[in-house]
């Protein structure tokens, strides 16, 4: 009997990908009616918001990769980057553009490094941990004015966003650190002059770097509008509704109202849609409204994620320190945010 059910484990454990899959297929056509809709809505995110905000810094990137501005970086920032992060000077590039681009960006430079024989694979999977990061554009902008209607509390969690990968940076600076920091420079191909652009080969360059965007651009539609269905199924099917019942004891304890187990899971998986339910939940004490969206903006979701497995997947580059690093970095955050609120009087937004 006990051979029988580890049998019967083992075979779920082999087809569990599967059974999601066969699942996921029954799911849309068993919700179909409100599938279409939500496919719709995230292919309008994508096309309206996604596309204007990222496209532009992808080709930008992928444009300076083939200048010297790596180099500078790495002479000027060497001395901060490598005792900080233990990373050489090149990595400031990944860890400013990130920061400024938004998702998922740091991971596609870091993976672009790697590719290139500008770091070594420790130090890409350092990269990795901390630079993929949620941009300003979209916290200050969509979440602090569009979503909370207040630019104060968009700033200060763009502030302890950057604090918190800052933090994680520091902590993974010890990822794998007794591996030597050796490169093979004959394998370095953007470090090549031939690979620089000029006027002589502008076209030949912006058409490479334009095909590469466009690319990455479908990539991260095509798991906007994944995880707007998969949402939607988990909405229908009442899924959602079960989370909710299971965990609102453990709410009740920590005092916090059971009305944010369903954004913080859709959050979970897909930030945008997390979060703008959750600066819309009435709530006398603001600041967890604040605090949870943090830890969202710091974990990035699950489709983010996928998103950065699917860019790393081309390298040799492991995807745990970015899993470990996330998670990391949205408890940083979300501790962070708490402290500003409590120490300083004009961040404290509760009623």
Same mark, same amino acid.
Request: with cysteine; glycine share 8%.
């Given at each position: 009997?006990?051979?029988?059910?580890? #049998?019967?484990?083992?075979?779920?454990?082999?087809?569990?990908?599967?059974?999601?899959?066969?699942?996921? $297929? !029954?799911?849309?056509?068993?919700?179909?009616?409100?599938?279409?809709?939500?496919?719709?809505?995230?292919?309008?995110?994508?096309?309206?918001?996604?596309?204007?905000?990222?496209?532009?810094?992808?080709?930008?990137?992928?444009?300076?990769? @083939?200048?010297?501005?790596?180099?500078?970086?790495? %002479?000027?920032?060497?001395?901060?980057?490598?005792?900080?992060?233990?990373?050489?000077?090149?990595?400031?590039?990944?860890?400013?553009?990130?920061?400024?681009?938004?998702?998922?960006?740091g991971a596609k430079i870091a993976t672009?490094?790697?590719?290139?024989?500008?770091?070594? %694979?420790?130090?890409? /999977?350092?990269?990795?941990?901390?630079? *993929? *990061?949620?941009?300003?554009?979209?916290? !200050?902008?969509?979440?602090?004015? &569009?979503?909370?209607?207040?630019?104060?509390?968009? #700033?200060?969690?763009?502030?302890? @966003?950057?604090l918190a990968c800052i933090t994680v940076?520091?902590?993974?600076?010890?990822?794998?650190?007794?591996?030597? *920091?050796?490169?093979?420079?004959?394998?370095?191909?953007? *470090?090549?002059?031939?690979?620089?652009?000029?006027?002589?080969?502008?076209?030949?360059?912006?058409?490479?770097?334009?095909?590469?965007?466009?690319?990455?651009?479908?990539?991260?539609?095509?798991?906007?509008?994944?995880?707007?269905?998969?949402?939607?199924?988990? %909405?229908?099917?009442?899924?959602?509704?079960?989370? /909710?019942?299971?965990?609102?004891?453990?709410?009740? &304890?920590?005092?916090?109202?059971?009305?944010?187990?369903?954004?913080?899971? $859709?959050?979970?998986?897909?930030?945008?849609?997390? !979060?703008?339910?959750?600066?819309?939940?009435?709530? %006398?004490?603001?600041?967890?409204?604040?605090?949870?969206?943090?830890?969202?903006?710091?974990?990035?979701?699950?489709?983010?994620?996928?998103?950065?497995?699917?860019?790393?997947?081309?390298?040799?580059?492991? !995807?745990?320190?970015?899993?470990?690093?996330?998670?990391?970095?949205?408890?940083?955050?979300?501790?962070?945010?708490?402290?500003?609120?409590?120490?300083?009087?004009?961040?404290? #937004?509760?009623?």
């Open positions: 009997m006990i051979l029988k059910r580890n #049998f019967y484990v083992i075979k779920i454990k082999r087809n569990f990908l599967p059974i999601c899959f066969l699942l996921f $297929t !029954i799911g849309l056509l068993v919700f179909s009616k409100s599938n279409l809709p939500a496919i719709k809505s995230g292919l309008t995110l994508w096309a309206t918001s996604v596309i204007p905000s990222l496209f532009p810094f992808f080709v930008a990137t992928e444009l300076l990769m @083939h200048t010297n501005i790596i180099n500078i970086f790495g %002479k000027l920032l060497n001395k901060f980057m490598k005792p900080i992060f233990n990373i050489r000077g090149e990595g400031s590039f990944a860890f400013v553009m990130g920061l400024i681009s938004g998702y998922p960006i672009n490094f790697r590719k290139n024989n500008l770091c070594t %694979k420790e130090e890409g /999977e350092r990269l990795l941990s901390f630079t *993929n *990061n949620s941009g300003p554009l979209f916290i !200050i902008g969509t979440v602090g004015i &569009l979503m909370f209607k207040n630019v104060t509390i968009g #700033f200060l969690l763009f502030i302890t @966003h950057l940076g520091f902590i993974f600076r010890f990822w794998k650190k007794n591996v030597p *920091n050796t490169l093979n420079p004959k394998n370095a191909n953007i *470090n090549s002059s031939k690979n620089y652009v000029t006027l002589s080969n502008l076209g030949e360059i912006l058409a490479e770097s334009i095909n590469s965007s466009i690319s990455t651009l479908l990539l991260i539609g095509g798991f906007v509008v994944l995880f707007s269905s998969i949402i939607s199924i988990f %909405k229908a099917s009442g899924i959602l509704n079960s989370v /909710e019942l299971f965990f609102a004891p453990f709410f009740n &304890l920590i005092n916090i109202d059971s009305a944010f187990i369903k954004p913080l899971f $859709t959050g979970f998986l897909e930030i945008t849609n997390g !979060i703008n339910v959750i600066s819309n939940i009435a709530c %006398k004490k603001l600041s967890i409204n604040i605090i949870l969206s943090a830890f969202l903006l710091g974990f990035g979701g699950i489709s983010v994620l996928l998103q950065v497995f699917s860019i790393t997947s081309k390298s040799d580059l492991s !995807i745990k320190p970015y899993i470990y690093g996330k998670l990391l970095q949205g408890i940083f955050a979300s501790f962070y945010t708490y402290i500003f609120l409590r120490v300083f009087p004009f961040f404290n #937004f509760d009623l």
